[in-house]
């Protein structure tokens, strides 16, 4: 009987070896290792063997039986089906996972539709800006301290003979010199939403940061006007549950000055650490100084405008049901935080 196992086992193992395809192996599967298998009916034999001799073959039986599995099993794995033959177009595809906008985008266009729908026409200025754009034209003098370079990024060897130095552009207030100049006769409605960059971090400051300028001039422009846009942005942004308040202030490109708080969304107007009172700024805003309309081409004794200029991050932060307690989160790469978004 031992001869019987090793010669069923080699016909078995050419047989295996010479298959073509997955159905082949099945076949010779079920006619060697299946119930009524040839090495089944082997096994059942083993009964009527002689008892010296009916070790060696169970041994030998069960090693013919593990070698066709493995072989079986590494000959299948060895075959390459074509696609015609295992594709099954029933069978539901995998989906890669979806990714989304950046909440910084999603804050530009609320903010960009929100003005949108009372006029506002989006601009866009360079990020790199001369001097005289950043500071000199908005009626700020030599010795302003946000000249200093611990405040504001200066670019090295680049000097324009009549506008100065290079700086990154520390504010989008720059926008107001360059649209004066494009349309030079008023009406202007714009909300110019661009980078800006600053010396300054904390959990309320980057370095880089979007800011969003908006500039009315007009004939009859007041401060009345003004009031009315901040508190229309207020009310749709943030939601009427949020309140909003100006306080007296100053800037060199605007007279009268304001700057404009709203009620914390985080601690609801408790004090915490990104609010430390309860209140958070939004930004400055005022009336388009006259020196500052004809620095930009436009006749002060004839047009009047007001402007405002808010961070995109730190508006977005004050959403309520946001409750981002550090801005430098919104530049982590953490796909935990950023997919709750």
Known sequence: MREEILSLKNQAIAQISAAKSA????????????????????????????????KLVGVLINEAKNALTSLLSERKNSLKESARDWFDPTIPGIKPPRGHLHLVTHAI???????????????????????????????MPKDHPARDEWETFFVEGLNHPKFGEMVLTPQTSSGQLREMQRVK?????????AKCYRRQIDVSHFPMFHQFEGLVIDEGISIA??????????????GKERKTRLRPFHFQFTEPSFEVDITCGICEGKGCKVCK????ELGGAGMVHPVVLKNGGIDPSKYT??????????????????????IRLLYSSGLQFLRQF
């Open 225 to 238: 006007h003004l009031k009315g846009t901040l508190d229309y942005f207020a009310r749709n942004f943030f």
């Open 185 to 193: 006769t008023p009406p202007i409605r714009m909300i110019n939403i």
């Open 23 to 54: 159905e082949d192996l099945e076949e010779l599967r079920i006619a060697y290792l299946g119930r009524s298998g040839k090495l089944t009916e082997l096994f059942k034999r083993i009964k009527s063997v002689p008892s010296e001799e009916k």
């Open 277 to 280: 009172g309860g209140w958070l």
């Open 305 to 326: 405008g007001f402007a405002f200029g808010w961070g995109v991050e730190r508006t977005y932060m004050m959403k309520s049901g946001l409750s981002i307690p550090d």
């Open 109 to 139: 266009d609320e903010i960009a539709n929100t003005f949108a729908q009372i006029g506002f026409v989006r601009v866009r200025y360079p990020e790199v800006e001369w001097d005289w754009f950043a500071f000199g034209g908005l009626n």
